[in-house]
């Protein structure tokens, strides 16, 4: 899904590469609707991605190591699991996940991607509103289980936009879509109802839009307006958090809703509780909200929760830490931050669509990942991109580390693998 960026050339080339990848996370985000349909279409799809240039498998896999010891920690928790048959197949497709997310990352560049994406948010979100569902608040949840599932989508749906709609140089039509995207994507969190979307939402493209003015400054200048911003995101998060009185108030007058943290630190305590038990192997990936565990099957009653589906406790690093313990969380950690510092680094230093777009998506992940769990998830779009966004750092920081004239001599010329940095004055196409 890849078109020229020269003004005057309108013609849309579609790669293999970026074809599948559209087609497998639109059949992702439609698992809820159309079930096992949509899974057969995801694993056909990308499973046709990742074969389809069978040599670069081995070289992408030894370049994304440290994703491979998430999955493959995952995958080693079957022995002290406590239901080793749901933990095997949760590995097993989480594993699925990351070759995916792994081949199309390593393949793609950052544009072809963030194409993708709109494309594919679009229809989720025309297909959301077109079905209008709601649950029994009133809330929508379109094409989703859950309001807040629609939110995850709604999110990176307006990010995504935004990132276009920030930096239109040359774009064309792109910018027209973008726009598109954000109008619906804005209804769509309205509908949803998700204080923590919205939230999270907002103070991405707030973070993006101030990296995309740096672009002008010096690079000490974007350091120290960088650690400003830093400061200011993690004071922000922690005013949410504590949900402070007059914050409540405000909040409240708002929207609404009363908020509290009462249940969320009700259920930390339990998850504390759990992780003491297990401290550094968990209780075996994706097997404590197993129906017939005890905890499990109480905690589901008192939160009225009848699908026994879909709950947590509410941060990543907890609900992850009980399942994986703290060796596998401490793996998810390097991975997030490593991220998250090297795609703010690259935002910093050539802040364009590309670059701003998953600094936004990181940013968001950072927000979320303290009331909701963002990473790592078999077959979950969210996990996906997060993946990617992994591969497009590794590959960002390898290419940093290059001379320019010798990249330039040695990369070799494959269709869509295209360099994931670029200086200020370049773009990934």
Request: with cysteine; hydrophobic share 55%; glycine share 8%.
């Amino acid at each position: 899904m890849q078109s020229s960026l020269t003004p005057g050339k309108p013609m849309l080339t579609l790669q293999p590469t970026a074809l599948l990848l559209g087609l497998g996370m639109a059949a992702l985000y439609f698992t809820t609707y159309l079930g096992s349909m949509a899974a057969l279409m995801f694993l056909v799809a990308c499973g046709a991605l990742v074969i389809w240039r069978p040599q670069l498998i081995l070289i992408e896999t030894r370049n994304a190591w440290l994703l491979w010891a998430v999955a493959g920690w995952c995958a080693l928790s079957v022995f002290w699991s406590n239901a080793p048959g749901l933990t095997l197949r949760y590995a097993i497709q989480l594993g699925l996940t990351f070759a995916i997310a792994i081949a199309a990352a390593s393949r793609l560049s950052v544009t072809a991607t963030l194409r993708v994406v709109l494309v594919v948010t679009l229809i989720v979100g025309l297909a959301s509103i077109g079905l209008g569902r709601v649950n029994g608040n009133g809330l929508w949840t379109g094409i989703f289980g859950s309001k807040n599932a629609l939110s995850q989508s709604a999110t990176v749906m307006v990010i995504a936009a935004a990132a276009v709609l920030i930096d239109r140089r040359g774009r064309g039509g792109w910018v027209w879509l973008a726009a598109l995207n954000l109008t619906i994507g804005m209804i769509l969190l309205n509908k949803a109802g998700s204080a923590g979307g919205t939230i999270a939402t907002m103070l991405a493209v707030l973070g993006m839009l101030s990296l995309w003015t740096m672009r002008r400054l010096t690079s000490w200048q974007r350091i120290f307006l960088g650690f400003l911003m830093v400061l200011g995101t993690i004071f922000v998060i922690m005013l949410v958090i504590g949900y402070f009185d007059a914050f409540a108030q405000v909040f409240l007058a708002a929207t609404g809703k009363e908020i509290t943290l009462t249940g969320r630190t009700d259920l930390w305590r339990i998850a504390f509780s759990e992780i003491a038990r297990h401290p550094f192997l968990g209780q075996g990936f994706q097997a404590f909200w197993v129906p017939g565990n005890a905890l499990a099957e109480s905690l589901w009653a008192e939160f009225g929760i009848t699908t026994k589906t879909g709950f947590h406790f509410h941060h990543t690093l907890i609900s992850n830490a009980v399942e994986i313990g703290l060796i596998g969380v401490m793996l998810q950690i390097v991975v997030f931050f490593s991220t998250l510092v090297i795609i703010l680094r690259w935002a910093l230093a050539a802040p364009c669509a590309e670059s701003i777009f998953l600094a936004g998506f990181m940013m968001r992940q950072f927000i979320l990942m303290n009331s909701e769990v963002v990473f790592f998830t078999q077959f979950d779009t969210v996990s996906m991109l997060m993946a990617m966004t992994a591969v497009f750092a590794i590959r960002a920081r390898r290419e940093a580390l290059v001379p320019a004239k010798r990249r330039a001599m040695t990369r070799a010329p494959v269709p869509g693998n295209r360099p994931a940095w670029q200086t200020s004055n370049q773009r990934v196409h």
